[in-house]
């Protein structure tokens, strides 16, 4: 599975971006697909994931209720919307394929894509 990410950008605070990530690969829709984000000079942390069917899907705590994990199976793709957007949310976001097909913050993301930069300015 390849993955690449689009949608990053610069916007104020308060603001809205929509973050892509169209994946290759006939397995997609049998895995999860998560979304992950890295600050300069932090560890890399977990953001949402969603399992394979749409079903379910998970936050952080720190953007619950800001941003919302979506997929579209027919055409390869998971999308984060991001609301409400804060300083604090600027990081290189990275989207994910699952080893499995429910995902969640602990399971395995064995395929990455390279990131793309969101900036919030306050």
């Known amino acids: 599975v390849q993955l690449g990410e689009s949608g990053g950008g610069l916007v104020q605070a308060g603001g809205s971006l929509r973050l892509s990530c169209a994946a290759s690969?006939?397995?997609?829709?049998?895995?999860?697909m998560g979304w992950f984000r890295q600050a300069p000079g932090k560890e890399r942390e977990f953001v949402s994931a969603?399992?394979?069917?749409?079903?379910?899907?998970y936050y952080a705590d720190s953007v619950k209720g800001r941003f919302t994990i979506s997929r579209d199976n027919a055409k390869n793709s998971v999308y984060l919307q991001m609301n409400s957007l804060k300083p604090e949310d600027t990081a290189v976001y990275y989207c994910a394929a699952a080893t499995t097909m429910r995902g969640g913050p602990t399971t395995r993301y064995e395929y990455w894509g390279q990131g793309t930069q969101v900036t919030v300015s306050s």
């Open positions: 969603i399992s394979w069917s749409g079903g379910s899907t």
């Open positions: 690969g006939r397995t997609f829709s049998n895995r999860a």
